[in-house]
């Protein structure tokens, strides 16, 4: 691993055509010390099996996506909500990571009830942020663009997200911040500072704006370095607020997946060298 990686971390949706363990060995290769994980790939490998896997390679787990969801109304969807979570902090803690991503969830259906949606977050919040504390996880509210505010996620700022992590101490919940995300709010290099005063940054993650954006939207993330988001002042911005740990680089990306998967991931940790390091 090169000085210029050190912070460096892949996480498994960017490089999705690799099977973990080929994720894995590919890290090993190339000198990357990081991972961050999604649950559902975890899951069809044995969370276990996959624990010992990264272990053994010597690879971090930097964070573990996703929890969250927790909008919803009905009563039995709701605790069918909380009893997942519950499982992603078990998953998150048998992983070696200390970091939970929560993509709080859109609209329940037939609703317009915004501020209801988020008010339900932080009830879930209640429940979930000592359960994830006794298990030495934390969880990270990450606020998504707003045009997905209807259906993904009704955080749509760093400070609606810090707004609700708030409530909670520090070590039970914080904030994600994503560069994808935030970079065209103005507000935000305010919102890191008040973050990072209070310890709630729990990690850093890259990706690019480019345009025009697919006809799925959702996997428009672009490669760092082709977009309009510079990735060294963000990265100044969150290390201005204290934040010293790892860079993950997390793309949804049809063109990246139709790829070898290796000759992504050594695509990419040459931009982060380029862009971020």
């Known amino acids: 691993m090169t000085a210029d990686l050190a912070r460096f971390s892949i996480n498994q949706m960017t490089v999705r055509q690799l099977s973990l363990p080929d994720l894995v060995a590919a890290c090993r290769d190339l000198g990357v010390p990081g991972v961050g994980l999604w649950r559902e790939p975890v899951q069809a490998y044995g969370v276990e099996e996959a624990a010992e896997l990264v272990r053994d390679a010597g690879l971090a787990v930097t964070t573990l996506c996703r929890g969250g969801f927790l909008t919803a109304v009905d009563p039995g969807e709701r605790a069918a909500a909380l009893a997942d979570n519950r499982r992603a902090v078990d998953e998150a803690a048998t992983l070696g990571t200390d970091t939970l991503v929560l993509v709080s969830g859109g609209l329940p259906a037939g609703s317009k009830d915004l501020r209801g949606a988020r008010e339900r977050i932080a009830d879930a919040l209640t429940e979930l942020g000592p359960y994830a504390e006794e298990h030495g996880v934390r969880l990270a509210i990450e606020p998504l663009h707003p045009m997905f505010a209807s259906d993904r996620?009704?955080?749509?700022t760093l400070a609606q997200a810090l707004d609700l992590a708030e409530r909670f101490p520090a070590h039970q919940v914080g904030v994600t911040v994503d560069t994808y995300h935030i970079w065209w709010d103005d507000t935000a290099p305010a919102q890191i500072a008040r973050a990072g005063a209070q310890g709630r940054i729990h990690t850093f993650q890259l990706a690019d704006w480019t345009t025009p954006l697919?006809?799925?939207?959702?996997?428009?993330?672009?490669q760092i370095g082709d977009g309009a988001i510079d990735m060294r002042e963000w990265k100044g911005c969150v290390e201005a607020a204290g934040y010293t740990g790892a860079i993950e680089v997390e793309l949804f990306n049809d063109a990246l997946w139709a790829r070898d998967g290796r000759e992504v991931l050594a695509e990419t940790a040459a931009r982060f060298v380029e862009h971020a390091a």
Do not use: A, D
């Open 153 to 156: 996620c009704v955080v749509s």
């Open 214 to 222: 697919p006809e799925g939207v959702l996997n428009g993330r672009g």
